[in-house]
T-cell receptor
């Protein structure tokens, strides 16, 4: 079992550019959540996808968008990058339902210059 | 709203010392509570969880008890090892219609040989 895999592991982008991050969930999982972790802080919830739809969204601007595919994999897109978007982006997968354990990937380190 | 507050770090201990990392939460109803650990350069791993009041979660010598009366979920370990050096995050998932996991800011633990 490969667990949750994210790509790429590191990325450097220029302010104003757009970026796409990818996540493959753990085998058997159907729900994907995305988090932003700034340096020295806890992860902040961006949004969650289930059945190819956004199920809940955190306090992030519309520049942050996502998608879930029929195979449950997911993408996070960020437009018009700002310096403050530099962070570790974590993907977590789980089974639908509350109280279920979320498994995290190793994250994508995004640096905006 | 829902929130998690944990003690600030870093916490520095000698090997075999007793560890306590305090965590308190604010939430409506009865959330599920978690401790996650993050080793350098890695994503988050679930350490333990508790889903109802008075439950005790335990794993790898770590334990935490869900205290509804004090809204706390303190992490403890009787004898820490150098390999326990990491950042520890307390987190909750609300059971009132929300799906996101809310994290504390994290507590960095250094264990000296």
């Amino acid at each position: 079992d490969a667990g949750v895999t994210q790509s790429p592991t590191h990325l450097i982008k220029t302010r104003g550019q757009q970026v796409t991050l990818r996540c493959s969930p753990k085998s058997g999982h159907d729900t994907v959540s995305w988090y932003q972790q700034a340096l020295g802080q806890g992860p902040q919830f961006i949004f969650q996808y289930y059945e190819e739809e956004e199920r809940q969204r955190g306090n992030f601007p519309d520049r942050f968008s996502g998608h879930q595919f029929p195979n449950y994999s997911s993408e996070l897109n960020v437009n018009a990058l700002l310096l403050g978007d530099s962070a570790l982006y974590l993907c977590a997968s789980s089974l639908v339902g509350q109280n279920t354990e979320a498994f995290f990937g190793q994250g994508t380190r995004l640096t905006v210059v | 709203g829902n929130s998690v507050t944990q003690m600030e770090g870093p916490v520095t201990l000698s090997e075999e010392a007793f560890l306590t990392i305090n965590c308190t939460y604010t939430a409506t109803g009865y959330p599920s509570l978690f401790w996650y650990v993050q080793y350098p350069g890695e994503g988050l791993q679930l350490l333990l969880k508790a889903t109802k009041a008075d439950d005790k979660g335990s794993n790898k010598g770590f334990e935490a008890t869900y205290r509804k009366e004090t809204t706390s979920f303190h992490l403890e370990k009787g004898s820490v090892q150098v390999s326990d050096s990491a950042v520890y995050f307390c987190a909750l998932t609300p059971n009132t219609g929300g799906f996101k996991t809310i994290f504390g800011a994290g507590t960095r633990l250094f264990v000296k040989a």
